[in-house]
């Protein structure tokens, strides 16, 4: 008969402790901040797509616009909000102010509608034509939305025209933005889904920095 060979005998309590301690210590610091980020960028990520969520049903909406006719005489309702709209009506010089954006040559400014203080018109300036070239438009097509809910964007619009005028913009007045069709929107939709990859792709990354090691087996 074969006989298996003798299996080594186990090392003293002592030895194995001594072989413990000979290991680096968990790096607790660097997995703590690793889950840090990753709720940092969780968070950013969620927050960042919702509030694209306007710019998405804009982008899905219909692309023929609604006609309000005279902006002057229009008659907004709930059901306009975010819709692609086209009107006419003369811009009021008051209040009226220009801005530019980072990475944009274009400049833009903001008026409302002579005759109608709760529609405000945003219209785009192309490159060079600011100044006494540039007529200004008398028909606009494009976004529809109330001025609480424009987006980041044009998030303070409100508050420049407080501070560079004696005017006021209502709570409920209304934003058309010129030139903003559904279609061009869309660039909302791919940013939406990186979004959304990002947060999974976090979420999974945290569900398995949060799980117990698994045991080592002989």
């Known amino acids: 008969m074969v006989q298996s060979a003798p299996s080594p005998p186990l090392a003293p309590p002592d030895e194995l402790d001594s072989e413990l301690d000979a290991l680096p210590a968990p790096r607790r610091r660097e997995r703590l901040a690793t889950a840090l980020v990753m709720v940092a960028a969780l968070v950013a990520s969620l927050g960042l797509g919702a509030s694209l969520l306007g710019e998405i049903r804009y982008a899905l909406s219909p692309t023929a616009p609604v006609e309000l006719g005279e902006l002057a005489h229009a008659s907004l309702t709930p059901q306009l909000s975010n819709r692609y709209v086209r009107g006419a009506g003369l811009l009021a010089s008051q209040g009226a102010i220009r801005y530019e954006r980072p990475m944009e040559g274009d400049s833009f400014r903001l008026a409302g509608i002579a005759g109608n203080a709760r529609v405000w018109v945003e219209i785009r300036v192309p490159e060079g034509m600011e100044g006494p070239k540039f007529v200004p438009p008398t028909s606009f097509v494009g976004r529809l ?74």
Request: aromatic share 10%.
């Open 145 to 218: 939305v109330p001025f609480s809910s424009a987006g980041l964007r044009h998030a303070g619009l409100d508050r420049n025209v407080a501070a560079a005028s004696s005017v006021k913009i209502e709570p409920d007045a209304w934003l058309l933005i010129d030139g903003a069709s559904p279609r061009a929107s869309r660039w909302a939709l791919a940013l939406t889904a990186l979004l959304a990859y990002f947060a999974v792709w976090n979420a999974i990354g945290l569900f398995r920095l949060a799980r117990p090691p698994r045991e080592l087996r002989g």
